[in-house]
């Protein structure tokens, strides 16, 4: 069972509405959560990182939410533009003795959005 | 600003070939990764590196090797290529983890490999 699930899988808005993707994660012990940005046929690229002490970050018209209780995290965008349309990964971190690196990445199978004129 | 090149954006082998995917950072990370990436399936990690030499097996290592002889540079090879195989490639590097928050990890842009 993936420990990252993501929701919606895809979503349709207008240009200049606001959204909210939503990320439930059940990856225990938590170390941070990080939002990625990927557009079609590119590398995803890093919005937010937050720790288990953060509640809010923001990148620009993107703010990322965490609730550590509850294991949840949103982004938000505000006042869409053509160019958000991508795919919205969310990857949750938590640290393990079984790998050399100390940490392991679990991924979200990310939101896809479309924002139309 | 950091950069993750990946050699090649697209390729099409044959069956039972040998293929190399090339990956190369230029901001001296320790950690090196790559992915592959399928609908439905979000990234899955293949191999991990995190230091010359030094490699780890991620979640799906089947039917893969990797090679890191330089710092900057981590291959992935695909001994027999297989139908299965036909995916998305992404080659990712980052700072060794320090803190709680760790270090941004960067993703180079992909490789498309289809295997017929």
């Known amino acids: 069972k993936n420990q990252v699930e993501q929701s919606p899988q895809s979503l349709i808005i207008l240009e200049g509405k606001n959204c909210t993707l939503q990320?439930?994660?059940?990856?225990?012990?938590?170390?941070?959560l990080r939002w990625y940005k990927q557009d079609t046929g590119r590398g995803p690229v890093s919005l937010t990182i937050?720790?288990?002490?953060?509640n809010t970050k923001s990148n620009g018209r993107y703010t990322a939410t965490l609730d550590a209780d509850t294991k949840q995290s949103s982004l938000h965008i505000t006042a869409s533009q053509l160019s958000d349309s991508a795919s919205y990964i969310c990857?949750?971190?938590?640290?393990?003795?079984?790998?050399?690196?100390?940490?392991?990445?679990?991924f979200g199978k990310g939101t896809s959005l479309l924002v139309t004129p | 600003d950091v950069k993750v090149t990946q050699s090649s954006r697209y390729l099409v082998k044959r069956t039972g070939e040998k293929v190399f995917l090339e990956c190369v950072q230029d901001?001296?990370?320790?950690?090196m990764f790559w992915y592959r990436q399928d609908p439905g399936l979000g990234l899955r990690l293949i191999y991990f590196?995190?230091?010359?030499?030094?490699?780890e097996k991620g979640d799906i290592p089947e039917g893969y090797s990797v090679s890191r002889e330089k710092k900057e540079r981590f291959s992935l090879i695909l001994e027999s290529a297989s139908t299965n195989q036909t995916s998305m490639y992404l080659c990712?590097?980052?700072?060794?983890?320090?803190?709680?928050?760790?270090?941004?990890?960067?993703f180079g842009e992909g490789s498309w490999l289809t295997v017929v």
């Open positions: 990712a590097s980052s700072r060794r983890w320090t803190g709680l928050s760790g270090n941004t990890i960067y």
């Open positions: 990320c439930n994660y059940t990856v225990s012990p938590f170390s941070n």
């Open positions: 937050m720790t288990f002490s953060e």
């Open positions: 990857v949750v971190i938590h640290l393990t003795s079984n790998s050399n690196s100390g940490y392991a990445l679990n």
């Open positions: 901001m001296d990370h320790e950690n």
């Open positions: 590196s995190y230091d010359v030499k030094m490699k």
